[in-house]
């Protein structure tokens, strides 16, 4: 029995009818009264407070950060469907400094907690119950908190200062139409259909494409090159002068409550293997008859099939694939569909890339996704539901507690992208589909993880030199560098990619954020070489990571599954499969 699922808008009907609609004032208002409850505890909050009035004012609280998440979702949901909506863009711009006089009027709470003495805190995180990681995570920032004031005066200037910035960027960035001349057709294309192009199967026009991306960034490139030194000179006036981090990632590892040595050691491990990629681009150099790829050619497919899958074969793929492993991870995938939260259209305006926004325990999350067909976009697709899944699996948790911590944040989705690729293997009858898939395997494993690595490598260097006076020009250059030691001499590197940097949103949205890619794909690896080895004894394990959700610190979870982080050969061990990988595709002869 075939079922056809459609290509459609998501519906955000389940949050609010529109931006004008008597819901949302209503909200609007609720949230208001609910605001005024947590303020009225205020003055209960000294060292006498009982275990279970503790659990009474964060339940309240909850209720709170859940009506709020909803009008805040609604605001991004609506400018990420249409970013040139007049109407969207001023209510994003609303709801972001609702969310800062929220927090502003009620961070009096975590400021208190804060500064309780450690034997205080203990005795009351004792009865926090499913609260409790939410409490330990805040008292991590106890030694880079500042007064209530200045908090307060950093989060009203940071909406209109480095949140405007990176609100600005977003709102270049998304305006830029690309055109591409594609067999005596000029085109007029979003990024997102443009990056299609660079894995097409034509030399020329993946080259094509990626002079098109640079043309278009590089005409802006002082300008967002500005941005992004405002960013940086920001982040580190915040982070490190005023709340004493040692460095500009230190911050975000400690978001993360991940230690600094172990993202160390994992940045290290990738530099320290970069040669297995210069081998497989060598491979790949061999299969597309040529004596060296160029950086152009990094996703080029190695066969002329442009294999295609309509909309509704790849969800049936999909689904297929995550009920193999696991019946709940297909249902749950399910929801999502069947409830109209999957927003999977082609348009223009529409924000690139793809991501899943979880509102709330209560709220099936929400997916975009821009579908065109090409079995990188099914990859996508079930990556996105692989976060669906990670979402709804801890939907029994509190609002607070419920969003797996960044370096977990990719667990579920990137397994279900390999759930796929293993079901393709062993179903599609092509001989070269085979290949195919170990190409693409590895193409991803360069893009999730080496990439996001040397991005992370750039940024540490970047945030450095802009503190010396570094300029625009010198930023580029020292990204030029980064590319070298990345690729070595196992490609040919042109000069258009000096400018990549100020292409790359993750580093003006959320520095520092990409190294959890490569920190989640290459746990991945592992914890699916021990699929392949345990079976269901593992399932039962990794769904024990997946319930876990941000209900602890994510050493600790992954400790429980027994996955040692702070092991090097944890993450050689990442690297030994990929290596696995390329030795199968190297057996495969070559036709003449
Ligand atoms: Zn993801």
Redesign the pocket.
């Given at each position: 029995m075939t079922e056809e699922y459609v290509q459609e808008k998501w519906s955000l009907d389940d949050l609010f009818p529109d931006i004008d609609s008597p819901e949302l004032q209503e909200a609007s208002k609720h949230l208001e009264e609910k605001v005024k409850v947590i303020e009225d505890v205020r003055p209960k909050l000294t060292e006498e407070l009982t275990q279970e009035e503790l659990l009474e004012i964060l339940a309240k609280y909850e209720e709170l950060i859940r009506l709020l998440r909803r009008i805040v979702s609604y605001g991004h949901l609506r400018f990420a469907e249409d970013t040139q909506d007049q109407a969207a863009q001023t209510y994003l711009g609303q709801v972001q400094q609702l969310t800062a006089e929220v927090d502003n009027r009620t961070m009096f709470f975590s400021l208190w907690w804060k500064a309780l003495e450690d034997d205080v805190a203990e005795d009351l995180l004792a009865g926090a119950g499913d609260y409790a990681y939410w409490l330990e995570a805040l008292r991590l920032q106890k030694p880079y908190t500042l007064t209530e004031p200045e908090e307060k005066v950093i989060n009203l200037k940071d909406v209109n200062g480095s949140q405007a910035m990176v609100n600005l960027y977003t709102a270049i960035t998304n305006r830029y139409a690309f055109t591409l001349e594609d067999n005596g057709e000029v085109k007029e294309l979003t990024r997102g259909e443009l990056s299609v192009y660079y894995r097409s199967p034509d030399p020329d026009l993946r080259k094509a494409a990626y002079q098109e991306l640079y043309r278009v960034y590089g005409k802006d490139t002082p300008i967002l090159g500005q941005i992004y030194q405002y960013r940086a000179r920001d982040w580190r006036s915040e982070l490190v002068d005023l709340r004493g981090f040692a460095s500009p990632i230190a911050a975000r590892n400690l978001s993360n409550n991940v230690p600094d040595e172990v993202v160390d050691a994992l940045i290290n491990a990738c530099k320290e293997n970069s040669s297995i990629f210069h081998r497989f681009y060598r491979l790949k150099a061999r299969w597309l008859g040529v004596d060296r790829i160029r950086r152009y050619d990094i996703y080029a497919p190695v066969t002329e099939t442009d294999k295609s899958y309509p909309f509704s074969e790849a969800i049936e793929m999909i689904l297929e694939s995550f009920n193999q492993f696991d019946e709940q991870f297909a249902d749950l995938s399910m929801k999502v569909l069947s409830e109209h939260h999957l927003d999977s259209e082609v348009r223009k305006g529409k924000r690139s890339g793809?991501?899943?926004a979880t509102v709330g325990p209560d709220l099936t999350p929400w997916v975009l996704t821009s579908y065109q067909g090409k079995p990188d976009n099914v990859a996508t697709l079930a990556?996105?539901l692989?976060?669906a899944v990670h979402s709804l699996v801890a939907n029994h948790h509190t609002a607070l507690t419920q969003d797996a911590s960044l370096p977990l944040?990719?667990t579920a989705?990137?397994f279900g992208e390999m759930l796929l690729v293993d079901h393709l293997l062993a179903t599609d009858p092509d001989p070269g589909v085979q290949r195919d898939l170990l190409f693409k395997q590895m193409d991803d494993a360069y893009a999730t993880v080496m990439r996001q690595a040397y991005f992370a490598d750039f940024e540490r260097t970047a945030h450095d030199m802009i503190k010396s006076g570094a300029a625009v020009d010198d930023l580029s250059q020292a990204y030029v560098e980064n590319l070298e030691d990345q690729f070595g001499d196992s490609l040919d590197l042109s000069d258009d990619f000096r400018i990549e940097w100020v292409a790359i949103p993750h580093i003006y949205h959320t520095p520092f954020y990409v190294y959890a890619?490569a920190f989640?794909q290459l746990l991945v690896y592992s914890l699916y070489r021990q699929y392949m080895e345990d079976g269901k004894r593992f399932k039962s394990r990794y769904m024990e990571i997946l319930s876990a959700g941000g209900s602890d610190a994510p050493v600790r979870i992954l400790d429980k599954a027994g996955v040692d982080v702070r092991s090097p050969e944890f993450w050689q061990g990442g690297f030994d499969f990929l290596e696995g990988q390329i030795e199968k595709l190297e057996e495969i002869e070559i036709p003449a």
């Open positions: 793809a991501f899943c990556h996105e692989g976060h944040a990719e989705s990137t890619y989640g």
